[in-house]
């Protein structure tokens, strides 16, 4: 979903702690207009906008009562530094996802779920999903406690990747003269990305397309980027 | 800094307007009034509270005009599950913090700067961050397209990690019945994070102390946890 909307949503106090709450258990709307301290109206407001944006669902149970819990995993992700300011809002990969092909990272994690999977693959018991005697407690625990490590440390790496990410621009901007240096980093930036012609790039950095041009050939001068037909890349 | 307050601050369209223009280049008030179309009064307005959360920073130049900044390095994360809200913000992590020892992440990547500061650790150039000839333009571009394809890998594990908690998590509730198999699984979560009293765990998930303490005794009998003297761990 977008994380401009995702952000407008989680900015209000009220809207977090019903999130907070249905992610212990699913509620009607009386439990949470109770425990937050706040109308019902305003519960079930709160509760429209979330479902609205598909972060929540809801389920009638057989006394005829609506449950509302959190309906899918998200991730929302924002960058602050001197050099940026990014969003980055996405739903949870597939399982299926192969971690083995990354070229910069390595996860070192002997998933019980994803072992079980990959013996079941080609006999009759793909399906042992559905049956929970498939893995015991203790097997399961482990996993939790592997899973909350990993998360941990990959969190540390972002944090880690981002602090040197403002230093290399800090020191591509060094090599050039007063503001310019901000933009000559921004253009190598935009260019990370891949190839792009002088109107593309003018886009990504939001320059104009012949000051983009002008400062790309200054740049190819210092072995930065070349250019190849109508785009340019880095070196 | 204080994830509530980071996402209070962030939930307001023209304050995330103006974080995004700063990151691009330092501004003084008129700048970002007419460049958003909001009057200097509430543009001032926003920059204080980003000043006061220190996100933002001022500086006077040469001809007294006061301009604008982004402060620092600053993170924040969001993950919502149907077990799980959960906010965590913080600075990047410190240059020097030793990835190599991390136990389920590795990050293959070679880093021009931490090289150099590597090799001149010891000699008389450990000052050579100063000078910025001591790397060239085509390394530092280097450097920054691979922190950036490493910065994708690890943002896409971060969201497969999600995924296997929830499918974890899903199946240790799957081993009890009915709602209950929910509590149990954050039961057996909040000791993932190290072993705890009944006291301690039952303010880490909510709960009244005698409930938890008999939900751990039925959780023993599965040999999922253990107790030791006061405390309860994972086995």
Redesign the interface.
Known sequence: MDS?A???L????NR?RI??L????PCYVTEISEYLGVSPKAVIDHLRKLEDAG?VESHVDDGRRKYF?????????????????S??S??????N?D?TS????????K?T?EEDEEADETDAEAES?AD?DS????D????????????N?????????????????D??S??FEG?DG??YA?L??G???GPATPEQLSRR??APPDVVADALEG?SA????KRDGDEWQ??
Chains 1, 2 share one sequence.
């Open positions: 401009a995702l952000l407008d989680l900015g209000n106090e977090r999130l907070r249905l992610a212990r258990k972060l819990s959190i309906a899918r995993n998200l991730r929302l992700e924002v960058n602050v530094s001197p050099y940026d300011f969003t980055k996405a739903y949870s990969a597939s399982p996802l971690i990354w070229r910069y990272v390595s996860l070192d994690i998933h779920g999903d929970p893995e015991t407690l203790p399961l625990a482990h996993d939790l406690r592997e899973l909350e490590r990993l998360e440390e990959l969190s540390m790496a972002q944090r880690w990747v981002q602090g040197r990410l403002t230093e290399t621009l020191r591509i060094a090599h503001v901000r933009f921004e190598i930036r260019l990370a990305g950095v939001e740049l210092h072995d930065v980027v880095l070196v």
